[in-house]
């Protein structure tokens, strides 16, 4: 048996876990985007907030983050979370508000740039483009500078 063929386990078992992994994330992820949406919709259709889309979108940005840090760090990374939950939110809520940027300023480009006011428009531009241009961002973050803690040697992933 050559070496190559003993290390082909091992890679599929890594491979599996980061797919797991990227699952878990993605189900957390919906869950906060609903929660996220739910909220921005219900803000921009108010009476009091409705005129102020950026406002709409941190408020419900800052509730869907509380909610993703929950799923996140008892489900998608419960292996490698850390004993310090100040500093574990503290960089969650901060690579969280590098996200948020991305959907404010693709949602402020579109509003106030290119003059896209609807609902409809505002939603595309923060909910949709923000959301696919921050969730590499958050993964990758979450991985290297939040979720820390000493994860099992076998749940490693080649690259890390």
């Given amino acids: 048996m050559t070496s190559t063929t003993a290390q082909e386990p091992d890679l599929r ?14 189900s957390v992820g919906a869950v906060a985007y609903v929660v996220d949406l739910g909220i921005f919709n219900l803000i921009r259709g108010s009476e009091m907030l409705g005129h102020k889309p950026i406002t709409a979108k941190v408020v419900s940005v800052a509730v869907a983050t509380l909610v993703a840090w929950l799923g996140n760090r008892y489900w998608t990374f419960s292996d ?3 004993d310090t939950h100040a500093r574990e ?12 940027l991305v959907a404010v300023a693709c949602l402020a480009v579109s509003h106030y740039v290119l003059g896209f006011r609807s609902q409809l ?7 949709v483009v923000g959301l696919v241009l921050g969730t590499a961002f958050r993964y990758l973050a979450y991985r290297r500078w939040v979720f820390t803690g000493a994860a099992p040697p076998n749940a490693e992933c080649p690259g890390d």
């Fill in 80 to 82: 490698r979370r850390t």
């Fill in 13 to 26: 078992r890594r491979a599996w876990t980061r797919m797991l992994e990227l699952i878990r994330f993605g």
């Fill in 121 to 127: 428009a505002d939603n595309i531009s923060a909910n």
């Fill in 89 to 100: 939110l503290l960089g969650f809520v901060v690579v969280n508000v590098g996200g948020m």
